[in-house]
């Protein structure tokens, strides 16, 4: 028993030691930083719950990078240790993740939080903006990813405008370039011309616009979309970050996947740019259906516009049929059709010192001018939304008890999947103020739940500059106002 016990504790150590992620220190950071062209840092704490669930993706990426691009680093800095390095980095939530090219260009990673991902992102951060390509490196350069783009230029101007686009995209795709005369011929264009490759639809796509870095950004990110794609935990974040409009259609079964395939082609098509038309696994992800005002029955279709979070819910009542799918989206387009609102009943009085938004009460009370709000978004099933209640109503207690505050700031909370909210929700409890006087730039909090902290971000942010922590403890004199510890700032996905 001894030796097995040994072994295991050696077996351990060893797998610890063979980590591919760098643990950085403050003694150690700098230079560590300094030493390597392009840094990937997690800055984490170990209670974190997406903290672990980010560690064995990102010890995965390590790996795969250590072997084909070893001047990528990744490290992590445990933030309970390391408090200073941490605020010295501005680090507020966890996990966070930054993208370093030595100390002095730092830039967020926003890219998704799995392994292949992470590879993706950083390789793309690797490489030049725009990569020279000549005959011997095309036709790699071609399939480097599902979607690459390809200049062909004889004059610098046009290639500066590419270049213009590169460093705006090139989070999100590859770009190349060549002067090269011959390889344009071969490729059935002429000089200046733009050309996306693709791994799906049409693998070859010229661009005909406008040469202008506003018209090739539009054709980067349009064409990018499958024509009728499938959103899931790898697609999502793209289909929103378009900002165009997103079409569902819930399916359930292989029969009904390809016989609603042959009916919204063509019409994946006819939209192309005005609205993302894509299928969704309801065996998988049916719960989303709530999220956009449908019932968990299917098929199932509806129209999330991205802009203003507006829900388009197709009659559950009816048959879902070519014709019918025709008018409904040429009603959206035209702008003849009406959202579906999904609304609680509104309290017929205000209970308590935190006000209960629905969405038919949602502009009265947070779009208020003349108050600072602060506004939780919330959802009955989220654990560390049931947390956070009793910090945020004791929160809430210190500006409703005094009366010339409670005219300037309100703190509220929204039950989020029972009404729509004019806001992209992705994790719960997410907190946002909206100033008053500036309603149009809310701020979304990511610092610890302790009631001091949320009070000072309010104080921090709001118009009227109030501290209502010092409030609280002038009325309690000496008294200690919370004595727990400070709240973690996990979230429960969507």
């Given at each position: 028993?001894?030796?097995?016990?040994?072994?295991?504790?050696?077996?351990?150590?060893?797998?610890?030691?063979?980590?591919?992620?760098?643990?950085?220190?403050k003694?150690?950071?700098a230079?560590?930083?300094?030493e390597?062209?392009?840094?990937?840092?997690?800055?984490?704490?170990?209670?974190?719950?997406?903290?672990?669930?980010?560690?064995?993706?990102?010890?995965?990426?390590?790996?795969?990078?250590?072997?084909?691009?070893?001047d990528?680093?990744?490290?992590?800095?445990?933030?309970?240790?390391?408090?200073?390095?941490?605020?010295?980095?501005?680090?507020?939530?966890?996990?966070?993740?930054?993208?370093?090219?030595?100390?002095?260009?730092?830039?967020?990673y926003?890219?998704?939080?799995k392994?292949?991902?992470?590879?993706?992102?950083?390789?793309?951060q690797?490489?030049?903006?725009v990569?020279?390509?000549?005959?011997?490196?095309?036709?790699?350069?071609?399939?480097?990813?599902?979607?690459?783009?390809?200049?062909?230029?004889?004059?610098?101007?046009?290639?500066?405008t590419?270049?213009?686009v590169?460093?705006?995209?090139r989070?999100?795709?590859?770009?190349?370039?060549?002067?090269?005369?011959?390889?344009?011929?071969?490729?059935?264009?002429?000089?200046?011309?733009?050309?996306?490759?693709?791994?799906?639809?049409?693998?070859?796509l010229?661009?005909?616009?406008?040469?202008?870095?506003?018209?090739?950004?539009?054709?980067?990110?349009?064409?990018?979309m499958?024509?009728?794609?499938?959103?899931?935990?790898?697609?999502?974040?793209s289909?929103?970050?378009?900002?165009?409009?997103?079409?569902?259609?819930?399916?359930?079964?292989?029969?009904?996947?390809e016989?609603?395939?042959?009916?919204?082609?063509?019409?994946?098509?006819?939209?192309?740019?005005?609205?993302?038309?894509?299928?969704?696994?309801?065996?998988?992800?049916?719960q989303?259906?709530?999220?956009?005002?449908?019932?968990?029955?299917?098929?199932?279709?509806?129209?999330?516009?991205?802009?203003?979070?507006?829900?388009?819910?197709y009659?559950?009542?009816?048959?879902?049929?070519?014709?019918?799918?025709?008018?409904?989206?040429?009603?959206?387009?035209?702008?003849?059709?009406?959202?579906?609102?999904?609304?609680?009943?509104?309290?017929?009085?205000?209970?308590g010192?935190?006000?209960?938004?629905?969405?038919?009460?949602?502009?009265?009370?947070?779009?208020?001018?003349?108050?600072?709000?602060?506004?939780?978004?919330?959802?009955?099933w989220?654990?560390?939304c049931?947390?956070?209640?009793?910090?945020?109503?004791?929160?809430?207690?210190?500006?409703?008890?005094?009366?010339?505050?409670?005219?300037?700031?309100?703190?509220a909370?929204?039950?989020?999947?029972?009404?729509?909210?004019?806001?992209?929700?992705r994790g719960?409890?997410t907190?946002?103020?909206?100033?008053?006087g500036?309603?149009?730039?809310?701020?979304?909090?990511?610092?610890?739940?302790?009631?001091?902290?949320l009070?000072?971000?309010?104080?921090?942010?709001?118009?009227?500059?109030?501290?209502?922590?010092?409030?609280a403890?002038?009325?309690?004199?000496?008294?200690?106002?919370?004595?727990?510890?400070?709240?973690?700032?996990?979230?429960?996905?969507?």
């Amino acid at each position: 028993m001894k030796v097995s016990l040994v072994s295991t504790i050696l077996a351990a150590a060893s797998m610890a030691v063979a980590s591919d992620v760098v643990s950085l220190t403050k003694d150690n950071f700098a230079s560590f930083v300094a030493e390597h062209p392009l840094t990937l840092a997690e800055f984490f704490a170990p209670w974190c719950g997406h903290c672990k669930a980010l560690a064995p993706e990102y010890e995965e990426a390590a790996t795969t990078l250590k072997e084909k691009h070893k001047d990528i680093a990744l490290a992590k800095i445990d933030c309970t240790a390391e408090n200073e390095l941490c605020n010295e980095q501005g680090i507020e939530g966890f996990p966070t993740l930054k993208v370093f090219r030595g100390l002095d260009l730092v830039s967020p990673y926003t890219g998704q939080r799995k392994a292949d991902a992470i590879v993706s992102y950083m390789i793309k951060q690797s490489l030049p903006a725009v990569s020279s390509l000549d005959k011997d490196t095309l036709e790699n350069f071609k399939t480097a990813d599902d979607v690459v783009l390809v200049g062909y230029f004889s004059d610098n101007a046009s290639n500066q405008t590419f270049t213009k686009v590169a460093d705006t995209l090139r989070d999100s795709f590859l770009f190349g370039a060549t002067s090269d005369e011959k390889l344009a011929t071969a490729e059935g264009v002429t000089a200046p011309s733009v050309v996306m490759y693709k791994s799906f639809d049409d693998n070859k796509l010229l661009f005909s616009g406008d040469f202008t870095v506003d018209d090739l950004v539009n054709f980067a990110k349009i064409e990018a979309m499958p024509l009728l794609g499938e959103v899931g935990p790898s697609t999502y974040t793209s289909y929103i970050e378009s900002g165009i409009p997103l079409a569902y259609l819930f399916i359930d079964n292989t029969e009904d996947k390809e016989k609603f395939t042959e009916i919204l082609l063509p019409l994946a098509r006819k939209y192309r740019g005005v609205i993302n038309i894509a299928t969704i696994d309801a065996n998988m992800y049916g719960q989303h259906a709530e999220n956009i005002n449908l019932k968990q029955e299917w098929p199932a279709f509806a129209i999330q516009e991205i802009s203003t979070n507006y829900k388009y819910a197709y009659d559950q009542t009816t048959e879902i049929t070519k014709d019918g799918l025709t008018e409904f989206l040429g009603l959206f387009e035209s702008g003849d059709l009406s959202p579906t609102v999904k609304s609680q009943p509104a309290p017929e009085t205000q209970e308590g010192p935190v006000w209960v938004v629905t969405a038919n009460t949602y502009d009265q009370i947070v779009l208020d001018e003349d108050k600072d709000a602060l506004i939780e978004f919330y959802a009955t099933w989220c654990g560390h939304c049931k947390n956070l209640a009793p910090k945020y109503e004791e929160l809430a207690r210190i500006f409703w008890d005094d009366e010339e505050l409670k005219t300037k700031v309100v703190i509220a909370k929204v039950d989020t999947p029972n009404n729509d909210v004019p806001d992209d929700i992705r994790g719960f409890p997410t907190i946002k103020l909206y100033p008053a006087g500036d309603k149009s730039n809310p701020i979304v909090y990511e610092g610890d739940r302790s009631i001091k902290s949320l009070a000072d971000f309010v104080r921090d942010h709001g118009k009227y500059g109030i501290d209502g922590w010092a409030v609280a403890e002038k009325s309690a004199g000496e008294t200690t106002l919370e004595s727990e510890e400070e709240g973690t700032a996990d979230h429960d996905e969507l």
